[in-house]
Every structure is written in structure tokens, then in C-alpha cells.
């Protein structure tokens, strides 16, 4: 039977790699630094910088921690040794305790450091000041990342430990202990690694794992790796405005539909053009209301009288992307061979049209 000190040193072992880790498990518990302090952190939405400036702290106070909570409990666990006599404890005891009560106090003394001048100190902070034009603060970038981290347009993915977001102006890699931040404008983009795995966490089928270098030419921004599914390569691509350099020579295996979407773009942009009148202009794009609406559907495909296809009159209202999304979302996702050569009704008046009508306005 096991001794009362050994069941606990492995329930605690157990519970302090969970704790750190954070799996699924403890997070639909709540077992999480971001919901046991929820009304210090306060809301992420709204101040994303400060959020994580604070979380950052607490969670490296919280696991400095951990060897103290492991000699407290020791000394419930097992009263009859006397672990808090520390006179009669063993030589290895004193170094555990030692390192149980200093851990703990440089880390206070750290984050309180930190906390001077309203987190001016904190290493987030310093960060973003890098960021910063010569009359401003890193207040000015926390609150540029603030607003457009609200929007609803932002790309992001990953687990609370890697999560990766990019918005509009911003690159931005959030872990456990820290916050990596870089403007889109100074970027350079690498992937560099991949890995293959049999099974994904979340399914049964296989699953690839692309690692990106984002390199800055500001020469205070260090270089950092972002790691996301193979199937979000295409959906972050849309996200970047820097181009995404594949220096390891690595196949990305994307989903049917954004295959797709590279090809209908490629298709549709050797196309003929469609000149726009003169008293017309284009308006933001009804799907996504993010880019200007550029496709008008012109029946090229054959002449008036012949086909399937019909004559579509309305204006331009959709983009390419959107418009090529629309067009997968009608195919039957069993038999992609025939994706290409189908016609599909007009999103907005439902005459047929096929990839030959679709046409740039410009």
C-alpha cells in the first residue's frame, strides 16, 4: 500500500502540471488563472493589453506558488514526519523549503516592479514601446491593439497557452507567460516547419501543423514563431497583407474550399474585364462589407440564346472572395471533380451563371 506521502506527491504532481498546462478539462472547470481572478483581469474584449499585462503577472505569482503548496500539503499529509520542524528536517527539506519561500518572493518583488508607473514597467509594456512614434507611448499601441482587437474581423486561433491573432495593423502571439506583438507593415513572414500528425485532438482524420516565423525589421521587435492548423493557412492569408514565404519547401494541405478559392481567383482574374459606367460606383461588398464589391456577372460563356447560363443585370455587390465562397457553398461537397464546370444560381437574382461569366469590374 502506498505510503500517504507518495499518493499525495503524485496527486500533486498530477494537478500542478494540469494547472499549468490548462487542459480542456480544468478549463471547463474553471481551474484557470483567467477565471479564478476574472474581476482583477477584467474584460479582455475591452482591454485586451492590460488583460494580458495582468494576466501574465498573476500567472507567473500563481505558479512561483506551487512548491509552497507542495510542502504545506506535505505537512497535512504526512503530520507524524514533522516537515514544519525544520530543525529535524533532512538537508534536501531545507533546500525544497528554501526554494518553496524565495521563489515566491522574487516573483512578488518582480510584479511589483512591473506594477510601477501604471505596468509602464511590465515586459509587454516595454514591448510595445517599440512600437511607438517618438511623441507617444506604448499607451498609444495598447490602444490601438484595444480597438481593433474588439473588431469582429480579426483572425485568431489556437489554446489559451498559443493563441495567435491578427488584426488589421497587428501580429500578435499571446502564451503563458508573455504577449509578442508586430506591425503588419514591418513583417516578414517564414514557414519553416511542419508536422504531420495522425490524429487531431478534436477529430479522427489527420491533421498538419504549420510553424511561421514572423520577423520584424524594427530592430526592437525580436522574432517569433506562430504555430496553427494547415487548414486556417488560407483564412490567415487573407488576414496578412505581407506575403508568406515557404523557405522549407513545405506542402500546406488546405481544405477543399480554400483549394478551391485559389483556383476560382486564378480563373476568374484571366477573365475578361468588365469596364464599369462612369456614373457608377462600386459599393462595400454585401457578404463580407469589408472589401469593395468588384464582381459583375456578364454571360461570356456561350452566345445569349445558348446554355444554361443566363444574363445576370445586377450591379456589382459581391467581391471575389466571397463570390467564390458562395459558388463552393452550391457545389456537392461528394464530387469536387465537377466543381469547375457547374453553373450555380446568382446570389442575388438566381440566374445561372458558371466561372467563365464571373468578371472584375473595374
Not at 23 to 34: K, Y
Amino acid at each position: 500500500m502506498e505510503s500517504p506521502e507518495v499518493t499525495f506527491t503524485l496527486a500533486y504532481l498530477v494537478f500542478s502540471v494540469c494547472f499549468v498546462f490548462t487542459p480542456s478539462e480544468f478549463q471547463s472547470a474553471g481551474i484557470t488563472i483567467q477565471n479564478l481572478l476574472s474581476g482583477w483581469l477584467g474584460s479582455e474584449d475591452m482591454f485586451f493589453i492590460h488583460y494580458h499585462i495582468k494576466r501574465t503577472t498573476a500567472t507567473l505569482l500563481a505558479h512561483s506558488l506551487l512548491p509552497l503548496g507542495y510542502y504545506i500539503g506535505m505537512c497535512f499529509a504526512a503530520p507524524e514526519r514533522e516537515l514544519y520542524n525544520l530543525y529535524k528536517a533532512s538537508e534536501g527539506l531545507r533546500v525544497l523549503v528554501s526554494i518553496a519561500f524565495i521563489l515566491p518572493s522574487i516573483t512578488s518583488i518582480l510584479a511589483l516592479y512591473w506594477s510601477l508607473k501604471r505596468w509602464s514597467c511590465h515586459p509587454v509594456a516595454r514591448r510595445l514601446a517599440h512600437h511607438a512614434l517618438p511623441q507617444s507611448s506604448w499607451r498609444s499601441v495598447a490602444s490601438s491593439i484595444n480597438t481593433e482587437f474588439r473588431r469582429i474581423d480579426k483572425f485568431a486561433t489556437g489554446v489559451a497557452a498559443a493563441r495567435v491573432i491578427v488584426t488589421d495593423t497587428w501580429v500578435i502571439k499571446v502564451t503563458t507567460y508573455n504577449v509578442y506583438v508586430a506591425q503588419q507593415q514591418d513583417i516578414h513572414l517564414t514557414v519553416i516547419d511542419s508536422k504531420q500528425h495522425d490524429l487531431s485532438p478534436e477529430s479522427s482524420t489527420p491533421v498538419q501543423f504549420i510553424t511561421i516565423q514572423v520577423a520584424s525589421i524594427n530592430p526592437g521587435v525580436r522574432p517569433f514563431d506562430i504555430r496553427l492548423n494547415a487548414t486556417e493557412y488560407g483564412e490567415l492569408r487573407e488576414k496578412l497583407h505581407a506575403p508568406i514565404r515557404n523557405a522549407a519547401n513545405v506542402v500546406i494541405h488546405q481544405t477543399l474550399g480554400d483549394r478551391f478559392l485559389e483556383t476560382f481567383r486564378s480563373l476568374v482574374e484571366n477573365n475578361q474585364l468588365y469596364d464599369l459606367p462612369s456614373n457608377q460606383e462600386l459599393e462595400p461588398c454585401i457578404g463580407c462589407m469589408q472589401t469593395r464589391a468588384n464582381i459583375k456577372l456578364v454571360k461570356r460563356c456561350r452566345a445569349p440564346d445558348e446554355g444554361e447560363c443566363q444574363q445576370c443585370y445586377c450591379r456589382p455587390m459581391w467581391c471575389l472572395t466571397c463570390m467564390g465562397k458562395w459558388f463552393a457553398s452550391r457545389q456537392d461537397q461528394q464530387h469536387p471533380e465537377t466543381w469547375l464546370s457547374s453553373q450555380v444560381p446568382c446570389p442575388t437574382c438566381r440566374a445561372n451563371f458558371c466561372i467563365v461569366d464571373v468578371c472584375i469590374a473595374q
